[in-house]
């Protein structure tokens, strides 16, 4: 871990798994929810985008739909991981439009802004390996 980020822990205590790298997340596009002191937005909720989500983004001010190349931004389509700022989350959990969270990507900074009850009320379901 370099001096510029803070420790990779989930919220649920353990090590902080990677969120997705198509398109590549996190605020260091290390395809993580990682954060740090650069990273004012916070951007620590590992969310999998819905359209219901992506169009409340779009008419409160952040487009996430739009590809900006210019910025190496893809555009986000539903069904995509990404990691979004603890308050806009918060924002969408409060006007019925969050999308669901993956635990074990979501940074535990995220808990300074969401209870980790909320957390959990939108966690995805946790896939068991076969066998």
Known sequence: MTEDR?????????????CGYD????????GCC?????????????ARMTNAFLTWSRRHG?????????YGFPGLREGDRWCLCA???KEAWEAGQAPKVILASTH????????????REFAM?????AG
């Open 6 to 18: 803070d420790e990779s822990i989930n919220v649920e205590g353990g090590p902080l798994k990677a």
């Open 34 to 46: 990682n954060t740090g002191p650069a990273d004012r937005g916070r951007h620590v909720i590992c």
């Open 62 to 70: 952040n487009d996430l739909s739009t590809p900006r190349p210019e």
């Open 108 to 119: 535990r900074s995220a808990l300074r802004v969401v209870p980790i009850e909320v957390l």
């Open 87 to 89: 308050e806009r989350w």
């Open 125 to 129: 379901p946790v896939r068991k390996p």
């Open 23 to 30: 398109p590549r997340t996190g605020f260091f596009r290390d």
